[in-house]
């Protein structure tokens, strides 16, 4: 397993950035399947972005297409999450996870068998 531990989560208003880090530790990290995911509180986990170990492919949900950037650098064992013209909705708890075999369906927490302790994001209207 990998041992995940995110960073750089804050308060900031509607319409702000935060660049949030996962730093990873343990088996190589270069070959695992990363993923950002979020829960709000009385809400589901769910999946944010994703990324590919290769090729860095990239996947995002819906909700923050065009706004979020997922992406790694394998030299510091760490993937990012650039959030840009964040929203009151994006308000959750943040949390890193792997998976070493390439997930079925990646927006589902359940495929995922290594998580941090996540970083809270609050954003004000």
């Known amino acids: 397993q990998v041992q995940l531990v995110e960073s750089g989560g804050g308060s900031v208003q509607a319409g702000g950035s935060l660049r949030l880090s996962c730093a990873a530790s343990?088996?190589?990290?270069?070959?695992?399947?990363m993923a950002w995911f979020r829960q709000a509180p009385g809400k589901e986990r769910g999946g944010v972005a994703y990324?590919?170990?290769?090729?860095?492919?990239?996947y995002y949900a819906d909700s923050v297409k065009g706004r979020f950037t997922i992406s790694r650098d394998n030299a510091k064992n760490t993937i990012y999450l650039e959030m840009n013209n964040l929203k009151p909705e994006d308000t959750a708890m943040y949390y890193c996870?792997?998976?070493?075999?390439?997930?079925?369906?990646?927006?589902?927490?359940?495929?995922?068998?290594?998580w941090g302790k996540g970083t809270q994001v609050t954003v004000s209207a």
């Open positions: 990324i590919y170990p290769g090729d860095s492919t990239t």
């Open positions: 343990g088996n190589p990290y270069s070959r695992y399947y």
């Open positions: 996870a792997s998976n070493p075999w390439g997930p079925y369906r990646w927006t589902d927490a359940g495929e995922f068998n290594s």
